[in-house]
């Protein structure tokens, strides 16, 4: 059951989700967006701009976090506006498991135009990745 | 040396268009691990209202970082570093989503040009239109040149 700007309220929370990032994600990812910087894929390379390891592309991590929006409004079509800072970077160790990136929204603001803005926080482990995380929806 | 404030305001010719492709946005959506039906199936997103698959919110990125990094980060009299560019914030404002079949062209504009804590911040903006001049979505990218100001 998708929300209606009726019912939903500021302080509302979105159900969370938490998304795997391991390296073959970032391979896959570079080839779809193009972004072939090799700070997402050679530790050689990230390591040596003084990064600690590959990073995940900033793009990667703001598309999982507005999936809590689009999957709770239920038309991908009903975001007006979504916004990010990139404050730190997700790292990706060369295991299995890689990142798991956790993402969770909650309905900040309700505005007289049927939009609702939905602020959302990203954390990949205990770092919190994104700051000023903001999507505007709307809603029917 | 800081970069150079004059160029905020400054807008580039518009890309030649961007054929949006039905295949295109699978695979950015796969890549995403997004199995959503209207990014992948015609009739789904017909059901909903949309002509074709719609891309996900973020596939701007594709066409719209090309072309800002074309033109503003190559150009050769703004001269930023770009070993040392780092993604600092992104936004989008739609009309619109996407969908398979749009062709797209982009016209970038320097928004703003700033300082901060040694660090050079340029802020592009780039507007979307299809070529009928139908406006879809606006793609606002700050790029931040660690240590060059």
Known sequence: MNPTYEDVQVGDELPPATFPIARATLVRYAGASLDFNPIHWNERFARSVGLPDVIAHGMLTMAEAVRVVTDWVGDPGAVREYGVRFSRPVVVPDDDAGAQLTITGKVTDKRADGTVVVTLTAHSGEEKVLGLARATVALR | ?149
């Open chain 2, 1 to 149: 040396m800081p970069l150079d404030q004059s160029f905020v305001g400054r807008s580039y010719p518009p890309t030649e268009p961007y054929l949006v492709g039905r295949e295109k946005i699978r695979e950015f959506a796969r890549a995403i691990g997004l199995t959503e039906r209207e990014y992948h199936d015609p009739e789904a997103a017909r059901a909903i209202g949309y002509a074709d698959v719609i891309a996900p919110p973020t596939f701007p990125i594709i066409f719209t970082m090309a072309s800002s990094h074309a033109q503003i980060v190559e150009d050769p009299v703004l001269g930023i570093d770009y070993s040392r560019v780092v993604h600092g914030e992104q936004r989008f404002v739609y009309a619109r989503p996407v969908r398979a079949g749009d062709e797209l062209v982009t016209t970038v504009t320097v928004e703003n040009i700033r300082q901060a804590a040694g660090n050079d911040m340029i802020t592009s903006r780039s507007d979307v239109r299809t070529t009928d001049g139908e406006y879809v979505v606006t793609a606002y990218s700050t790029l931040v040149a660690r240590g060059t100001a």
